[in-house]
């Protein structure tokens, strides 16, 4: 899309085929309704930062697409962005990536928080799988963050592990929170499975809390090599 488009007009794009990614233009203020929904092969688009409006159903419909974006300043429609699709978060020059559990948009919990992090915003989440990301990216600047952390570890090890997120399994074991029974807890289940170089990278934690950095070690303390 070329530089000096201020505005994409209700159903611009609605249905198009073929899109893969949608590259918007910086000064961009305007995504109208419906705008981007329905596309099927929709990979990736991110908001610029100078949009102030997204509409109604947006990108509905929509749910191969990572879009990024941050919510701050913006007016965002109803069901704007689709159930299932990956969002990353932009916030206070950190960023949190969630799949969506639901058609979001409007004033829902998640953009409120995105938009303005406060512990009570936070609190108002409603999936750990939203929980768990924005306390790992809020945990040095939101107490409830760093408590919710702290209160469910285990969880959130798990959650990394099940997700096959590198990037937030790595944010989650550099807070140095777990313990070695958590550790050991989300080892078993990176095992269970298969989930090899999570396992790996659990392992070299529980070393270190061991004082070795002998990977072997711990192998054969497991599985009785």
């Given at each position: 899309?070329?530089?000096?488009?201020t505005?994409?007009?209700?159903?611009?794009?609605?249905?198009?085929?073929?899109?893969?990614?949608?590259?918007?233009?910086?000064?961009?203020?305007?995504?109208?309704?419906?705008?981007?929904?329905?596309?099927?092969?929709?990979?990736?688009?991110?908001?610029?930062?100078?949009?102030?409006?997204?509409?109604?159903?947006?990108?509905?419909?929509?749910g191969?697409?990572h879009?990024?974006?941050?919510t701050?300043?913006?007016?965002?429609?109803?069901?704007?962005?689709?159930?299932?699709?990956?969002?990353t978060?932009?916030?206070?020059?950190?960023?949190?990536?969630?799949?969506?559990?639901?058609?979001?948009?409007?004033?829902?919990?998640?953009?409120?928080?995105?938009?303005?992090?406060?512990?009570?915003?936070?609190?108002?989440?409603?999936?750990?799988e939203y929980?768990?990301?924005?306390?790992?990216?809020?945990?040095g600047?939101?107490?409830?963050?760093?408590?919710?952390?702290?209160?469910?570890i285990?969880k959130?090890l798990?959650?990394?592990?099940k997700?096959?997120?590198?990037?937030?399994?790595?944010?989650i074991?550099?807070?140095?929170?777990?313990?070695?029974?958590?550790l050991d807890?989300?080892?078993?289940?990176?095992?269970?499975?298969?989930?090899?170089?999570?396992?790996?990278m659990?392992m070299?934690?529980k070393?270190?809390l061991?004082?070795?950095?002998?990977?072997?070690?711990?192998?054969t303390?497991r599985?009785?090599?």
């Amino acid at each position: 899309m070329p530089e000096g488009i201020t505005l994409i007009a209700d159903g611009a794009f609605s249905g198009a085929s073929g899109i893969e990614e949608l590259i918007l233009p910086k000064g961009l203020k305007y995504i109208g309704k419906g705008a981007c929904k329905w596309l099927s092969s929709l990979k990736s688009v991110r908001i610029p930062e100078s949009v102030s409006f997204v509409g109604d159903e947006a990108f509905f419909s929509s749910g191969s697409a990572h879009i990024t974006l941050s919510t701050a300043g913006k007016e965002i429609g109803q069901t704007a962005f689709p159930h299932e699709a990956r969002v990353t978060f932009l916030v206070n020059g950190r960023e949190f990536t969630v799949t969506l559990e639901d058609d979001s948009g409007g004033d829902s919990p998640l953009l409120r928080f995105a938009a303005e992090p406060t512990d009570e915003h936070f609190a108002q989440l409603e999936y750990k799988e939203y929980k768990i990301p924005a306390a790992v990216c809020l945990s040095g600047e939101l107490s409830s963050c760093r408590r919710y952390l702290e209160d469910n570890i285990e969880k959130a090890l798990c959650f990394a592990v099940k997700t096959g997120d590198d990037t937030l399994l790595e944010a989650i074991v550099a807070l140095d929170i777990a313990g070695g029974a958590e550790l050991d807890a989300a080892i078993d289940y990176a095992i269970t499975l298969g989930r090899i170089e999570q396992q790996v990278m659990l392992m070299r934690e529980k070393n270190k809390l061991l004082g070795t950095e002998n990977v072997d070690s711990i192998m054969t303390d497991r599985f009785d090599i």
